[in-house]
């Protein structure tokens, strides 16, 4: 099915460890997000990027990197994860025009511990 | 300033009565997009309806309609006949002509009683 597919789903890290998450997308979005959501805070953008080989910082960007070496995959990464990151991360992409919306990913929980 | 404001942080309806959740905006750009996003417990994020700024007629999906008050700034969701399968938290959102990012409310927990 045509979508935005983020992997993993579910992840436990512990303080200091690495790990990136992966979002891909199908349907030749020019524009592509990570969200965090944390509970009674709503949806944080935390980079986007309006095309291939660009990035931008979002609202929380501290701590985490991204790239977006080809079109259709969106990287986001933490060097050295901390509990503070424990969170659900969400990935979206979109046309880049007003009257298109969203489409989300399902989802990554990340426990940092 | 908030660009998007959810005053309901929660909301009961009865089982097959219409409930509205309230949303209001802010912008001075003339061209605009706003959204309705449901997120049930489940966690995943889905698109319901959308209303372009230009649109003369309010839009409607189904069950659910987007009364949109362009004077008053606000764009809230119309849930007829709710059903169980309602119970979600209810995001509204809206993109500018900068559509490099949405602005996303607080949210509204919406829950349906048998």
């Known amino acids: 099915n045509a979508g935005v597919t983020q992997t993993p789903k579910f992840r436990v890290l512990k303080t200091g460890q690495s790990m990136t998450l992966l979002c891909a997308q199908d349907?030749?979005?020019?524009?592509m997000y990570w969200y965090r959501q944390d509970p009674g805070m709503g949806l944080r953008l935390i980079h986007y990027?309006?095309?291939?080989?660009?990035?931008a910082k979002g609202e929380v960007p501290d701590g985490y990197n991204v790239s977006r070496l080809k079109k259709q995959n969106f990287l986001l990464g933490l060097e050295s994860a901390a509990p503070s990151q424990t969170s659900v991360y969400f990935c979206?992409?979109?046309?880049?025009?007003?009257?298109?919306?969203?489409?989300f990913g399902s989802g990554t929980r990340l426990t940092v511990v | 300033a908030q660009k998007i404001t959810q005053t309901q942080p929660g909301m009961f309806v009865q089982e097959k009565e219409a409930v509205t959740l309230d949303c209001t905006y802010d912008?001075?750009?003339?061209?605009?997009?706003l959204f309705w996003y449901k997120q049930p417990s489940s966690g995943e994020m889905i698109f319901l309806i959308y209303q372009g700024s230009y649109d003369q007629q309010n839009a409607t999906e189904g069950r659910y309609s987007l009364n949109f008050q362009k004077a008053r700034k606000s764009a809230n969701l119309v849930i007829s006949a709710s059903q169980l399968g309602d119970s979600a938290m209810y995001f509204c959102a809206m993109r500018e002509r900068d559509f490099n990012k949405f602005y996303f409310g607080s949210g509204t927990k919406l829950n349906v009683k048998p």
């Open positions: 912008t001075s750009d003339p061209s605009y997009g």
């Open positions: 990027s309006v095309g291939e080989g660009t990035t």
């Open positions: 349907m030749n979005h020019e524009y």
């Open positions: 979206a992409s979109s046309y880049s025009m007003v009257g298109y919306g969203y489409t």
